[in-house]
């Protein structure tokens, strides 16, 4: 394996780092306006009970579904202008919406009603020997921003999770999803108004463009937390621009490792699932490294079947000799190994054995996902313990790396990152805790 130092993995073709230049000031001026109204609707949402929430999810989700013809003919303008504009295919995927994907987002939101409250949950508790009792308990973050592109479920998702831990929502979700968030925001805005809750919950700044992003990153004092969710360079220019809090959610260069006990019959579904089951999502395996005892065996049968399914594989020189005479291995390089595709590409490595694995994920993973397939216990372990990622999959596929799969409803985002929040980012993470401490008179000496 060559010893360069990494590359950053490419961004996402139709995916801009906004610019770092200040926002005018009249944009500006109307971005904390909107920040300002988002901090009034949060003190209404930090005091309202489940129920009434509760019941808000549902009405977003009933009008969502009401208003699919109208998504659609949005959703379908902008499709059309990204084709135009080029827009990468898998990008695309993301954009698309239909009858069946609205409706998937709707009952999504149905599913978080269905979730605990986290507000209000005790986190610890004790009572000193001076008799104050303490507790820690988990209340809303407040006013919590995203920046996105062609994803409007994540309008939804994002809208949906901040209402039900107690938080108001601005979404920057970009140009190339600008009719169907218009259309979106309208609806879960009129909705919420429905149930008796402040519109202003839900807002987009989209109509500001990128300088209206940049005043949102800027927003110091009036943001609580910003998510950016993209490109490695969307992301790395708001980490490193933002002065509001930021989450940092990774791109995912994610690895499916076979290891020499792998069971072939196990292994190949689980490979192909990683990779073709959706490529233009951040969970997607993107790297296969396959130890060498097991090679022989598995490759040349994995590598006819990714090949059917439309995969062009990028391999060293150990796959391209294992490699049946019809798939054709193009000779994979150092920005194989550090590239999220999002496409129908994916690098292949045979490892001498589960050190060099380790070695490679440790080298180029952006600590996302990385899944073992074995049947030893012992590599398995070594595995869990050694792969320094945000979540570490055993013998199923990368996909299921993802906030609906894992139980905690729709995500706003995978962390990366290791403090507050790591992995799938649900309702727990949009929270943080505050101390209540009762006493009865206590003084300090």
Wanted: with cysteine.
């Amino acid at each position: 394996m060559s010893t360069a130092t990494p590359l950053h993995p490419a961004p996402e073709p139709a995916e801009h780092a906004e610019p770092a230049d200040a926002a005018p000031p009249g944009v500006e001026d109307a971005v904390r306006a909107v920040a300002r109204r988002a901090r009034v609707a949060a003190r209404v949402l930090a005091g309202a009970t489940r129920a009434t929430k509760d019941a808000a999810l549902h009405a977003m989700a009933d009008a969502l579904v009401a208003a699919t013809p109208e998504i659609v003919s949005a959703n379908a303008v902008d499709l059309e202008r990204g084709q135009a504009d080029g827009v990468s295919a898998g990008l695309l995927d993301r954009l698309a919406l239909d009858p069946q994907r609205i409706g998937a987002i709707a009952q999504a939101l149905r599913d978080l009603a269905a979730l605990p409250d986290p507000v209000g949950e005790v986190v610890r508790g004790s009572t000193l020997p001076n008799g104050l009792r303490l507790r820690q308990v988990r209340v809303p973050l407040g006013v919590v921003g995203m920046i996105y592109e062609a994803r409007p479920n994540v309008t939804v998702d994002a809208a949906g999770l901040a209402l039900k831990s107690g938080n108001a929502a601005i979404l920057r979700g970009g140009s190339a999803a600008s009719g169907s968030n218009t259309v979106i925001v309208g609806v879960l805005a009129a909705a919420l108004e429905s149930v008796g809750l402040p519109a202003d919950a839900v807002q987009s700044i989209d109509s500001y463009g990128r300088p209206g992003a940049v005043a949102l990153m800027h927003a110091r004092g009036l943001v609580d937390l910003l998510v950016p969710r993209g490109g490695a360079d969307l992301i790395q220019t708001v980490v490193r621009e933002a002065t509001v809090p930021v989450v940092e959610t990774g791109v995912g260069n994610c690895h499916v490792y076979v290891d020499a006990s792998a069971d072939p019959a196990m292994a190949l579904p689980i490979l192909l699932n990683s990779k073709t089951q959706r490529v233009g999502v951040c969970n997607a395996a993107e790297t296969l490294l396959v130890h060498a005892d097991a090679a022989p065996g598995f490759l040349p049968s994995a590598l006819a079947a990714l090949s059917a399914a439309g995969v062009v594989i990028h391999g060293d020189e150990r796959t391209a000799a294992l490699a049946p005479a019809d798939v054709a291995v193009v000779p994979a390089t150092d920005v194989d190994w550090a590239t999220e595709y999002l496409s129908l590409d994916l690098a292949v490595r045979v490892v001498d054995d589960i050190d060099q694995a380790v070695e490679h994920i440790r080298t180029w993973s952006s600590g996302h996902t990385e899944a073992i397939v074995t049947r030893d216990l012992a590599s398995s372990e070594r595995f869990v313990a050694d792969v320094d990622s945000a979540a570490v999959i055993v013998n199923a596929s990368t996909r299921f790396t993802d906030g609906g799969q894992f139980g905690l409803g729709a995500e706003i985002g995978i962390s990366t990152q290791k403090m507050h929040a790591r992995g799938p980012m649900g309702l727990p993470e949009l929270t943080t805790t505050q101390w209540v401490v009762h006493g009865e008179g206590q003084i300090r000496a």
